[in-house]
């Protein structure tokens, strides 16, 4: 049986709720692999792998099994089209991806205010929370700082990556020649010592 490779996209009330731990179990229990993250436009992405029946199973649970208060609004699947002899690098157990970054830890730090301020005796010690959020923003433009030259690292990294990847090749063909000569030479060779 032929492995298919499927992007999924969900929307709905599915972040910061046990979404991509109940999906991480789900996938365990029909044997799919792949990754499931948090999306920062508040959709949950997932990269599933598997045999046919057993990704449509895992679907259909996915979207029919959900635990309390989890709903899905829109869930988008597509096919990936790859040949039998590509390697996606998959995992070879379907895997939660964190993605709290600061940005989203900031997002989360909103909703527990607006939660604190629901509770009638924290809100007197709610002021102290906005300096929290502050310092989170320096952190955050930082962390944007960091990540910018960290993309920056990277784009050279690739060139250098590039360059060796050339060098390597030049490399292998100037090594095909020498096994060939060394074949010329050891073919010389043994005529002279039949002489």
Known sequence: MHRKYYNVSVTGNVQDIGFRKFVE??????????????????????????????????????????????????????????????????PNQFLKLATDELVDIGKKLDIGVELLKTLPQINENVSALPEIKTGIGSLNSKFDDFRTDQREHNKRMDEHNKHMDEHNKRMEEQNKRMEEQNKQLTQILQKLAEK
Do not use: W
């Not at 045999?51 to 096919?79: C, H, M, W, Y």
């Open 25 to 90: 179990s789900t996938a365990h229990s029909y044997h799919v692999t792949g990754y499931v993250f948090n999306d920062m436009n508040g959709s949950v992405k997932m990269l599933c792998a598997g045999q046919v029946e057993l990704l449509n199973t895992f679907f259909d649970a996915v979207q029919t099994r959900l635990p309390e208060g989890i709903s899905i609004k829109q869930f988008v699947k597509t096919e990936i089209p790859i040949p039998d002899d590509f390697d996606l690098n998959i």
